[in-house]
């Protein structure tokens, strides 16, 4: 009910979602008039289960005065759906800090785990086409023990989400020379490097802004206040030159000849760097997983976030990285190796 386009957008994306994958059911908290009636013209209503709310947390509520006054909204409801077992995944278009405090008063942070942190799917030259980078809002703060959970939470998603059997880790910093950075940085990198060789990943080192959508690393650890800056920044500027190449082709005749010529490659390329099929930031280091989409996607860019959902339930890897969390001791050190945790994959159906 949050979301910046309303409940119609997130139910056309339901309805997209629920074409491709016959075996999705979904429990919808909010409106329940409204609701039917969108549920109702997409022809889903023998899929959903709506479940009525009187209020909705807006996109300007502060999160503590949603954690104070929110068990009526429709939030709170579909974070408890998770919490009691009813649902696997919750997706939300919905207020981001907002939905981060609902979920850990009520989902609780994975033992261990200090600051859960936001990852989201960045376009890269990778295989994949995308590479992890966390944490991207949750928390402004991250010192070195955060940066290191930061490190093993990306690595289980991306070796569960994308196959990965050894990802590489990159730290963002202002330079790749090791002598750069803030204290924390240069701590966190000897702490990462450290976790590498029993927990089967490489570690790459300091990374760039250039890095991020490169081959050189598979996941991005940063803070949430440079990994929201620099998120916030890629989806402006490609908003941006969307713009002008817009205005571009329409400038003269001949330039709208030339962008007819163009089509078929400016939309393969608008295809890839579309944000809205990465859509869905996962919040790491919670009892149950929670997917935030972006509050102004569209029917697109809300089944890319319920893909999203559906991937990582199947992969079971809210367990997995609970126990990639639980092999860093009361000590600081690195647990069982990797080809004995859970969360290395056997083969490719358990990724």
Sequence with gaps: MGGDLGPAAVVAGMAKSAAINPELRFIVHGDKAELDKHIAKRRIA???EVRHTDDVVTMHEKPSHVMRHGKGTSMWSAIEAVRNGDASV???????????????????????VNRPAIACLWPSRNPSGFNVMLDVGADIRADQDDLLQYALMGLSYARN??????????????????HKGRAELKVAHEMIEAAAADNDFDFVGFVEGGDIPSDRVDVIVTDGFTGNVALKTAEGTASFISERLREAFKYTPLSRVAA???YPSLRRLKKRIDPRQVNGGVFLGLNGTVVKSHGSADATGVSA?????????????GEKLAARVASVNEAGQIGEPASKTPDAPKDKSST
Excluded: H, W, Y
């Excluded at 997706?91 to 033992?111: D, E, Q, Y």
């Excluded at 989400?161 to 090791?178: H, S, W």
């Excluded at 976030?305 to 890897?317: C, E, W």
């Design 90 to 112: 919750c997706v939300s278009c919905g207020n981001t800090g907002a939905l981060m405090a609902v979920s850990m008063i009520r989902l609780r942070k994975v033992p261990g």
């Design 305 to 317: 976030a319920i893909k999203l959902a559906v991937q990582l339930d199947q992969s079971g890897f």
């Design 46 to 48: 023998d899929r959903c």
């Design 260 to 262: 007819l010529l163009a």
């Design 161 to 178: 989400g994308f196959g990965l059997k050894r990802p590489r880790i990159g730290l963002l910093n202002v330079g790749t020379e090791e």
